[in-house]
């Protein structure tokens, strides 16, 4: 088993990622969590393949749970539903005592968690996530919330969970789709602050891809160490964290557009994100062509789209992408910070970015 600490004063908490920790979970978060009584939140799909194992493990605990089911995708965090979904956990009688169990992927670990942190104003929650998006970034780290009509995650809360449990044989199940949603946000990590963790997917993304656990349990937990680090040092996203946001200024925007729907998931925004982050940076001057070249490579290679007339449901503009991107979360004074890349491996925020470079990637990338 592979344990990563995240280390934040008062709120620390651990890390476990190995195959069947969902058969595990009671006993698992029995010495972690006080709370005798949990409710367990999850989606159809989830619900279907891991509730009886999780329900199982609990029982075999002695805890006392409830469970709510709620519809898959992203649609499920959107804020106008929050509220009903607010009484439908309020009715099943919470007490302070009460904690949470995300069983899911993103969208239910940014649910759960936000409903943690926002009912009776504040409640202990665990993410037992299951995909692998989940697995190397949502679950880690507190940031939890739900879209608003303006925009990705503009109504949230950053709370901590109090255990993620990463159970790698709950991924045996994920669709290929999801896997690649998954592993742009794993390339993000390489590009990011790790040139040879790049190089690392170049050469063994396909085994990963292909569950093999040795690659893929290191690659999980490496991004997990990753993704610690930076939240330890950074948990609100005054400076560092924002480095994770690599590709979402871009991908919040193409998301935001096409509806929250069906046809692009987040992974896949990010994806192309990505490529315009990079573009970007070239276009600055900061990146060099090889690299460039070497990301779109990669992407394309993996399966993963890169370009914004690839999207389905388009002609997009350039002109409502760039009115999205407005409400991102790090605009100050009427600028955005956009991540950019130095070289494969060293990212950072800049502001001062002429906003005609922006609208040449997104043409350049098909939008009209
Ligand atoms: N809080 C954060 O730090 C953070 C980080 C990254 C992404 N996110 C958010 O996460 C969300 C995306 O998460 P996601 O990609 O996990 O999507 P998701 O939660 O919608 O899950 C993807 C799909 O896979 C299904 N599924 C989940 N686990 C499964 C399994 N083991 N077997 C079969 N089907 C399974 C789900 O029902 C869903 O249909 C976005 O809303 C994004 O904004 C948050
Ligand atoms: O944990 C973070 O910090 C991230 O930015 C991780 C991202 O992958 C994730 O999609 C996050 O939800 C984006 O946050 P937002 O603040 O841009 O909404
Ligand atoms: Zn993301």
Known sequence: ???????????????????????????????VLGARRLVV?????????????????????????????????????????????????????????????????????????????????GLDFVQVPTTLLAQIDSSVGGKTGVNARRGKNLVGAFHQPRLVLADLAALDTLPRREWLAGYAEMVKYGLLGDADFFARLERDGEVILAGAPGPLGEAVAHCC?????????????????????????????????????????????????????????????????ADFARIGRHLTATG??????????????????????????????????????RGLGDSFQRRDVPPELVRDCFTTAGAV
């Open 304 to 341: 993963l789209m890169t370009r914004v007339d690839q999207v389905p449901g388009g002609p997009f503009t350039a002109d409502r992408l760039i009115q999205h991107m407005a409400h991102d979360k790090k605009v100050a004074e009427g600028r955005i910070a956009f991540v950019l890349m």
């Open 1 to 31: 088993m592979s344990l990563v600490p995240v280390a934040l004063a008062g709120r620390s908490y651990d890390i476990l990622i190995e195959r069947g920790l969902i058969a595990r979970a009671g006993a698992l978060i029995r010495p």
């Open 41 to 121: 939140l999850t989606d159809e799909n989830v619900a279907r393949h891991h509730l009886a194992a999780l329900e199982a493990s609990l029982a075999a605990a002695d805890y006392r749970f409830d469970t709510v089911v709620v519809p898959p995708g992203e649609q499920a965090k959107d804020l106008h539903r929050f509220p009903e979904l607010a009484e439908r956990l309020l009715g099943l009688g919470l007490e302070r005592g009460t904690a949470f169990v995300a069983l899911g992927g993103g969208v239910i670990g940014d649910l759960a968690g936000f409903a943690a942190a926002t009912l009776l104003r």
């Open 225 to 289: 160490r990753m993704k610690a680090e930076i939240v330890a040092e950074d948990e609100r996203e005054a400076g560092r964290r924002a480095l994770l946001n690599l590709g979402h200024t871009f991908g919040h925007a193409l998301e935001a557009e096409t509806g929250y729907g069906p046809d692009l998931l987040h992974g896949e925004a990010v994806a192309i994100g990505m490529m315009l982050a990079a573009d970007l940076s070239r276009r600055l001057g900061l990146l060099g062509e």
